[in-house]
């Protein structure tokens, strides 16, 4: 997508993926895209969604149709069009949706807040717990350790490239670099019984680095043993 001027924010980059979206399927995101407009434009799509509710909607778990501990659904009503839709696709969508809002604590490691509220299109508690959802949508939360992983620890924050053809080979070295690493990781939880999401990328990464001339200087058998090591180490 465009990289300036109007229409470059991420709720307008991401209707222009609408269309290309699979029916079936869920969407997760953050509390920019728990929009009326947003949630309705998925849903004629067949489209669910799980979004963070947005800071200015307000909530009450005390209306609605109650489904369990601060867990229910709502109907939210159409607002005013915005300036980027036409009279004729706000004309289309319905004045009402129904939309299941629901809260969680959060008590999982590295996790900046405590406690989240999210709004989902998937309403049927029989089908969709609360517990599930919360799990899925803190799964989530592994993109941002991936961007953190990929910007930080793979220096992907700055692009010291100069022209378009060689940015776009420096982003995908990187994210080479990133899923060898990653698939070396999954190795080494596998052979020691660990979650690989439970194994420190930064700590990997700086432990085949440390592994590295070692490994290219050892004969055959020696490093067989050596990659043995190394991923004992990896596994902590």
């Known amino acids: 997508g ?3 001027g109007k229409e470059t924010g991420e709720t307008a980059l991401l209707r222009d993926l609408w269309d290309r979206l699979e029916p079936g399927g869920v969407m997760l995101g953050d509390r920019v895209f728990a929009s009326f407009f947003g949630i309705l434009g998925l849903s004629e799509r067949g489209i669910d969604g799980l979004f963070r509710m947005h800071q200015r ?13 601060e867990d229910h659904v709502v109907v939210w009503t159409k607002p005013d069009r915005p300036d980027w839709m036409d009279e004729a696709t706000s004309e289309r969508y319905p004045a009402e949706r129904r939309v299941r809002e629901l809260r969680l604590k959060v008590v999982r490691p590295g996790f900046r807040v405590n406690e989240l509220v999210l709004v989902t299109t998937m309403v049927d508690a029989d089908l969709y717990s609360k517990e599930e959802l919360a799990d899925l949508f803190l799964e989530r939360w592994n993109i941002e350790l991936d961007f953190r992983s990929i910007k930080c620890a793979l220096k992907m924050d700055i692009l010291r490239c100069q022209s378009p053809e060689m940015v776009r080979k420096e982003i995908w070295m990187h994210l080479l670099a990133y899923d060898l ?3 070396v990781m999954a190795q080494a939880a596998r052979a020691h019984g660990r979650a690989p999401r439970r194994v420190s990328f930064t700590g990997a990464w700086q432990t085949m680095k440390a592994f590295h001339d070692s490994l290219v200087e050892a004969s055959p058998a020696e490093r067989e ?7 004992k180490a990896l596994a902590g």
Do not use: S
């Not at 909607?57 to 501990?69: E, H, Q, S, T, V």
């Not at 043993?225 to 991923?231: F, G, H, T």
């Open 181 to 183: 690493i990653r698939g």
């Open 2 to 4: 465009p990289y300036a």
């Open 57 to 69: 909607r307000k909530y009450d778990f005390r209306r609605g149709r109650r489904l369990g501990i």
């Open 225 to 231: 043993r050596l990659v043995a090591v190394m991923l």
